[in-house]
């Protein structure tokens, strides 16, 4: 063991490496450990209390991670067939879905059009796209629920997909310029000379090649649909037309009474998959977050 | 005729114009029109009711500065940001260092990664309302799981440091309300800032940090030395973020304590949504919320200096 001290002993050098990396990996994988487990604590408390019965949630002092009766599926039978649940996912995909064919519509267009700008005047539209991204929904609900009153479209998913694109396209236009710009004009060159007109050269040449940047888009857009908050919570109050972000803290809890078992599951079923999506998107998500400083 | 018709189409200058104006004109109408009517409406006396235009000048601004309440809100919502914003910059170092270390290329070791990126993004990627649920029964009065912990821990329960209460009562105390409140967007934020960072530090070009180890440099002179200046950029879009996210975030306080116990956890997105939607006041509610505006404007002149300061490098 005198090694450890005696540094340039024979052999014992090699000893002390191997040492310090068996340490150096402990406390390694010691740190990860510990930031995964604050970072997933609340879900893993979800897992566990979900199939928890009443007497086993509800007993003071005791541990809240045991199981002493049977792990119950009531409360998830409970969920689907006793509350809207079924009916706030409807409506998250279906205006999910709307949202996501607008801001495509609106920003594939407008993206290709700053990418080709050339010079200064290209760079500084699409740096104020990328502001205008940054205007919290806090600053515009006021006049805008005003809006939507005097339109009719109040407690109407309308709304929500007339609003949404207001945060989508500008991080959509902003996304979809770098990847127009690694797309090199002549290209579309070579395809107007094959006698294609501009429009046909952008559809069927520049589109095809865009493909990555239009699904982190439509990744990208849908999850901003299920996250968002505030407009939905000003928006529409109506129980049946409610969205997932709203209808499950508001409408699950029925005054001062919570049905814990059902709330923290409904959150955990949403969690899961969306943890999925962005796993798999994370990389790609990332680069329209580095303001393009990143190539990935 | 087909000639012109031709020439039209072909015309690539407008097509950019064709192209940008349909999100130009959304962008105008959803975003700028009702910024327009957000100052309209907070000099006048606009209610849900009555939308007509009565011009009142600063009177509405001059009123809200006067409540003790609204103060608590702008004090909150800053100290809420800053204390967030340091803590998740710091935890968000920390990880990316970890994460970013050489590992041996096993394939348990790249599953075992894979699993724990999923669970350290999960934060970042779950709806925050529906995160924030999760934390109401964390701090749960009676039945936290927190509490437990430190009752085994024997830090909480009679005869302990935090005794004799089995409770600590999370949401209910002034300090405490708050101290989960900024925890909260720390947990929330740290993904984002950490996976930012990691791009910074990938980013960084090899042979710069093997010319440091040659040169003699140890870690935590490599840490400081190099790479931490290297990524200050993509360090400080990272903060902006933060700050932006945290700053106009209503979500939080709405479901943990409304800006309870009284007034402690107020912030400006709730008061504004107090005043302005559950009261009904339109025209204080627009006066509240552009409290933010400023805060926004001065963060939106830092990006652009340093988007430049970028290119011309």
């Not at chain 2, 479901?255 to 939607?277: A, D």
Request: aromatic share 12%; glycine share 6%.
């Amino acid at each position: 063991m005198a090694s450890l001290t005696a540094g340039p002993a024979p052999g014992g050098g090699a000893r002390r490496l191997r040492v310090m990396r068996v340490l150096r990996g402990t406390f390694y994988t010691t740190a990860v450990l510990f930031f995964c487990l604050l970072a997933a604590s609340p879900f893993l408390v979800m897992g566990v209390v979900t199939f928890q019965t009443d007497q086993d949630l509800y007993k003071r002092g005791a541990s809240p991670f045991d199981y002493e009766d049977m792990p119950t599926l009531e409360h998830l039978d409970n969920l689907f067939n006793d509350t809207r649940y079924l009916s706030f996912v409807r409506n998250s995909t279906v205006t999910g879905i709307a949202v996501v064919v607008v801001t495509l519509a609106l920003s594939l267009p407008a993206a290709w059009a700053l990418a080709r700008l050339t010079g200064r005047r290209g760079e500084s539209m699409g740096i104020l796209m990328f502001i205008v991204y940054l205007v919290p929904p806090t600053l515009l609900f006021i006049p805008l629920f005003r809006i939507i009153v005097q339109l009719g479209l109040r407690d109407n998913l309308l709304s929500l997909i007339l609003v949404y694109p207001s945060i989508s396209v500008p991080f959509s236009t902003w996304l979809l310029m770098g990847f127009f710009k690694s797309i090199p004009p002549e290209l579309e060159e070579a395809a107007l000379v094959d006698g294609f007109n501009r429009y046909e050269a952008f559809w069927r040449v520049v589109l095809p090649l865009a493909r990555p940047g239009i699904i982190s888009v439509v990744v990208f857009t849908f999850t901003l649909t299920l996250h968002e908050f505030i407009y939905s919570l000003v928006f529409i109050s109506a129980s049946e037309a409610r969205t997932l972000s709203t209808g499950v803290p508001t409408e699950l809890i029925r005054g001062d009474v919570f049905f814990w078992q059902p709330l923290l599951a409904s959150a955990l079923l949403v969690a899961i998959p969306v943890g999925l999506v962005y796993n798999l998107f994370l990389d790609r998500l990332v680069q329209g977050f580095t303001l393009g400083a990143v190539k990935g | 005729m087909n000639a012109i018709m031709s020439r039209w189409i072909d015309d690539s200058r407008l097509m950019g114009i064709v192209f940008l104006a349909p999100a130009t004109l959304y962008i105008v109408l959803l975003v700028g029109l009702p910024f327009v009517t957000a100052l309209l409406f907070s000099v006048s006396t606009a209610t849900v009711g009555d939308a007509s235009f009565n011009y009142v000048g600063l009177r509405n601004f001059a009123n809200v500065w006067q409540t003790p309440a609204f103060r608590d809100a702008l004090v909150n919502t800053f100290s809420f940001t800053v204390i967030a914003q340091i803590c998740t910059i710091i935890l968000a170092n920390i990880l990316a260092q970890l994460l970013t270390t050489p590992l041996p290329q096993r394939r348990s070791g790249r599953i075992g990664m894979w699993i724990a990126r999923m669970l350290l993004i999960l934060p970042w990627a779950t709806p925050l309302s529906l995160s924030v649920v999760g934390w109401l029964w964390m701090f749960d009065s009676k039945y936290s799981p927190i509490d437990y912990i430190f009752r085994e821990l024997a830090l909480l329960g009679p005869g302990t440091v935090w005794g004799p209460a089995n409770n600590l009562i999370w949401l209910g105390k002034p300090l405490l309300a708050k101290a989960s409140i900024i925890f909260v967007h720390v947990w929330r934020m740290t993904p984002l800032a950490t996976v930012i960072l990691m791009a910074g530090l990938s980013s960084i070009p090899t042979d710069l940090l093997d010319q440091a180890e040659v040169d003699g440099s140890r870690y935590f002179r490599t840490l400081f030395q190099v790479k931490l200046p290297l990524i200050m950029p993509i360090m400080l879009i990272s903060l902006l973020f933060g700050f932006i996210f945290t700053f106009g975030d209503l979500t939080v306080v709405y479901i943990l304590t409304r800006g309870g116990p009284i007034t402690h956890t107020l912030t400006l997105p709730m008061y504004s949504f107090l005043v302005g939607i559950d009261g009904g006041n339109l025209a204080q509610g627009a006066a509240v919320s552009l409290f933010i505006f400023p805060v926004l404007l001065l963060v939106a002149v830092v990006l652009l200096r340093t988007a430049s300061r970028a290119e011309v490098r």
